[in-house]
């Protein structure tokens, strides 16, 4: 919102005495719009006298920019790891603790679930969806002789990801030693991301 009267100061007549705003002839070129950024020149006279100001417009630029994601049961989520930025009207970096956060997120109840970021009027609304792990390893028990060869792969049959992807064995963890010169039993753990299945 602008009017004419908000940049005028005052005025005097010959002899001194203040001359109200409504005495005042007030030009403008171009005819300001607020609507619209630029700078426009606003003319105030009185008389033979006149003063020439320049009214600046500038564009708003207040943003606030956040994104979706994926997160699974059992992890953990806070409203900052889906914020990017926000701007203020001048395009100056707002920090997150300006912005205001509605809605949340359980992280223990697969479901997809709107958080709305806001900034001064402005707001960005993403989806946080979480999903159930399906993360699997399967292996089996084995027997083996004394003399015989063993690899950790020989007992090793599949293995999922987050997604339900299946992951080569090349990505899987082993722990744990067979001795094939010993009789005995020889526990075997295989792992990726958190998931464990152990072998004898």
């Not at 919102?1 to 005025?11: K, L, R």
């Not at 997809?112 to 399967?138: F, L, M």
């Not at 030693?177 to 152990?198: A, L, R």
Request: aromatic share 10%.
């Amino acid at each position: 919102n602008w009017t004419a009267e908000d940049n005028f100061d005052s005025a005097f007549a010959k002899e001194g005495n203040p001359v109200s705003f409504q005495d005042v002839q007030v030009t403008e070129k171009p005819t300001v719009n607020t609507n619209k950024a630029g700078a426009y020149q606003v003319t105030y006279s009185y008389g033979n006298i006149s003063k020439t100001i320049t009214l600046t417009v500038k564009e708003i630029k207040t943003a606030v920019n956040a994104h979706d994601s994926v997160v699974y049961t059992d992890g953990t989520w806070t409203a900052e790891d889906n914020f990017d930025s926000a701007l203020n009207k001048a395009g100056d970096t707002v920090p997150f603790a300006d912005v205001t956060v509605s809605g949340t997120v359980n992280t223990d109840v697969a479901g997809t679930y709107p958080v709305t970021y806001s900034y001064n009027g402005v707001s960005k609304t993403i989806n946080v969806t979480v999903k159930d792990k399906q993360s699997a390893i399967n292996a089996h028990n084995s027997t083996i002789y004394t003399g015989d060869t063993w690899t950790a792969e020989d007992n090793f049959d599949s293995a999922l990801d987050k997604d339900g992807n299946s992951i080569d064995f090349a990505d899987i963890t082993v722990s744990g030693t067979v001795d094939t010169t010993k009789v005995g039993e020889n526990d075997i753990t295989y792992t990726h991301d958190g998931v464990s299945t152990t072998i004898t």
